[in-house]
């Protein structure tokens, strides 16, 4: 979603803000903005001014552009892509924002420049009062609000001022402000959004994500919920909640750019997809046996104690929670609760001390799961664990125990390789509860460690099924509605391959258990509705057959993906697609691929925006 990237130096730090920007495209934009103080240079050929801006609805690459015709250069800088929530995605609503005081002409800057990701709650309460005052409006923005604020209560500090301002914020923010009076001098503050503080050579640095600052500086400080932080020239200080002074750990972060090689790919979301074997492999190295400590110090004496397991997730991440459930309670036989983290946080439940509280999430960062984590927290439910794809997130920070997939960067915003190994992450989950409660023989541990061993190859040969899947594609690419069935753990995956299919081809599709056909969704069926089936051979096959005759009989054309024993056979208005071979209880993991394919290629043959879909955004840290 929003990212920030501030920075104050004795160098011009514009060409470093535009490209943390470009190594932050990967989570989602529709507009982007950086502004500088121009005499924040030291040194005779030092500009001289105040603020500079430059905004954009186009892509960073163009921003640069804009920036280097104008002439834009400073030492001390802001810049952000945004994701609009308040106010259309248009250049007077791009961040930066300047403050525009009492009697400043409206498009006249003021002296406060910020950048804000996050919501603010009782903006239009803040606003109607700073009108009153006599503030003028650039925007519809949340954002603009804050930077009026801070005007407002400037008395010639600014950390003072940014302290009095977030008093007033109800919501969540991660702001980065300067001052026109105070050239070599930046503010930053978070409290449920993320923002990091990166430690240079005489410069120091601010960002949403370590992975703005790959190759500006490996020395990362990750502030906590309520800091407030002060950075300039070659130092720093924060503060936390309380005002208190305090003393963050600095690690050394290696992050990788978001702007990684293509490679042979057309698109970020395929070379994710071919990226999936060596995630897998990579995600299980080192794993040798089936032990609680895969998941952290102390994790043995935390899964014995817990009789239950309540999951927080959204999106894709819930639909593996989904499947995580049946491998939960039929093989560590366990209650296994799954909830959307967005409802989860918002409704009376009954908690329960010896309850495990698993959260799943790609970024580590996404609001309404880390909300939904510190809400069953606050409950007494302190057993906490998470399947997170980012080792210095907040989300594995915050939970007692963790399993690090290692996915890598996942740049499309359609999740495809993060998802994968999440279920791998998960399954590892239910072998280690199972050996804990006593129900994992040494046998069975052995043949799940030889199973999961076999997926990298398993997926490489459902990946050489994309010929016959871009033929299927290329029929779908021209329907505006697909139904997507199936029947156990393949449920959660028919509900993955119909979100793919809305994310990336604006497709409206939907998924249901396939025993819920009749129940409804066939009223829907139609020669135009194609009807995706996943079809293992386990033992709900023959319901699944019946389910298809259902469809068949009403003239529905079916694409059916297969087990090679299943004996089911193409036909006029029966497509079959047929897997390499049975993966028993593993199948979920291969049987989501060529759904992600057939997403992709549709998306392509419908010409959309594979990697950067309309509305959505990759990491999502607003409510």
Same mark, same amino acid.
């Given at each position: ?45 030092? @500009?001289?001014? %105040? ?23 400073? %030492?001390?800088? *802001? !810049? ?5 929530? =308040? ?15 009492? %009697?400043?002409? &409206? ?11 996050? *919501?603010? /709650? ?48 109800? %919501? ?86 978001? !702007? ?11 070379? /994710? ?11 299980? /190295?080192?794993? &040798? ?34 499947? !995580?459930?049946?491998?939960?309670? !039929? ?43 510190? =809400? ?34 996942? *740049? ?39 199973? #999961? ?35 156990? +753990? ?45 079809? @293992? ?10 389910? #298809? ?31 390499? &071979? ?38 999502? +840290?607003?409510?």
């Amino acid at each position: 979603m929003c990212g920030i990237v501030g920075a104050v130096s004795h160098r011009n730090i514009v060409p470093v803000l535009v490209q943390g920007l470009q190594r932050l495209e990967y989570r989602g934009y529709d507009s982007c903005g950086v502004a500088v103080h121009a005499a924040s240079l030291s040194g005779a050929n030092a @500009p001289q001014g %105040g603020l500079q801006r430059a905004r954009s609805t186009a892509r960073v690459a163009e921003l640069m552009d804009q920036v280097s015709a104008e002439r834009i250069e400073g %030492g001390t800088g *802001i !810049a952000h892509t945004r994701w609009a929530t =308040h106010g259309a995605p248009a250049v007077h609503n791009a961040h930066p924002h300047f403050s525009h005081g009492t %009697g400043v002409a &409206e498009g006249k800057p003021g002296k406060v420049a910020l950048v804000h990701n996050g *919501i603010i /709650e009782n903006h239009e309460e803040l606003r109607a009062a700073l009108q009153a005052k006599g503030y003028v409006f650039a925007s519809q923005t949340d954002t603009e609000v804050i930077a009026h604020l801070v005007d407002s209560v400037y008395d010639g500090d600014l950390f003072q001022a940014v302290q009095g301002a977030i008093g007033q914020l109800h %919501g969540a923010y991660a702001i980065a402000v300067f001052h026109k009076d105070e050239p070599q001098r930046v503010v930053g503050a978070r409290a449920g959004s993320p923002l990091i503080l990166g430690v240079g050579q005489g410069e120091t640095f601010l960002a949403s994500d370590a992975m703005a600052l790959a190759g500006v500086t490996d020395q990362i400080v990750y502030l906590e919920e309520g800091d407030v932080v002060d950075i300039q020239l070659g130092k720093y200080w924060v503060v936390d909640r309380a005002h208190k002074a305090v003393s963050r750990a600095v690690k050394t972060v290696h992050a990788h750019s978001g !702007a990684a090689d293509l490679g042979p790919y057309r698109h970020y979301m395929q070379k /994710e997809i071919f990226e999936q074997p060596r995630a897998i492999a990579d995600t299980l /190295e080192g794993v &040798e046996g089936i032990t609680p400590e895969l998941f952290g110090d102390g994790a043995y004496s935390t899964f014995k104690a817990i009789d239950k397991v309540l999951i927080l997730a959204c999106g894709t991440s819930y639909y593996s929670g989904c499947v !995580a459930k049946y491998w939960i309670e !039929a093989i560590a036989q366990i209650p296994c609760q799954v909830e959307i983290a967005s409802e989860y946080r918002y409704r009376a439940s009954v908690p329960d001390p010896k309850t495990l509280v698993v959260t799943i999430t790609q970024s580590g960062e996404t609001a309404d799961t880390l909300a939904a984590l510190r =809400h069953a927290q606050g409950l007494g439910m302190s057993r906490t664990l998470t399947i997170c794809n980012v080792a210095t997130s907040a989300m594995v920070r915050e939970c007692q125990h963790a399993y690090v997939t290692r996915a890598g960067a996942e *740049i499309g915003v359609a999740s495809t390789k993060a998802f994968t190994t999440q279920l791998a992450g998960l399954f590892l989950l239910t072998l280690a509860l199972a050996q804990t409660q006593g129900r994992l023989s040494e046998a069975q541990e052995a043949e799940h460690l030889k199973a #999961m061993r076999h997926l990298p190859a398993a997926l490489q040969a459902v990946l050489a099924l994309e010929p016959q899947i871009i033929s299927w594609a290329e029929e779908f690419a021209s329907k505006e509605n697909a139904l997507f069935l199936g029947r156990g +753990t393949h449920y959660p995956i028919a509900l993955e391959g119909a979100l793919k299919l809305k994310e990336i081809t604006y497709i409206h599709a939907e998924a249901y258990a396939a025993g819920e056909l009749k129940h409804g969704p066939l009223a829907l069926v139609t020669s135009a509705m194609p009807v995706v089936t996943v079809a @293992p051979n386990d033992q709900l096959l023959e319901k699944l057959k019946s389910n #298809m005759q259902e469809v068949r009989a009403r003239g529905g054309v079916l694409y059916v993906l297969a087990d090679v024993d299943t004996r089911i056979e193409s036909s006029d208005g029966l497509n079959v697609i047929r897997m390499p &071979e049975h993966y028993g209880v593993l199948s979920p993991i291969l049987h989501v691929v060529p759904l992600q394919l057939l997403s992709y290629h549709t998306a392509c043959a419908r010409g959309t925006d594979v990697d950067k879909p309309r509305n959505l955004a990759k990491s999502v +840290t607003v409510e």
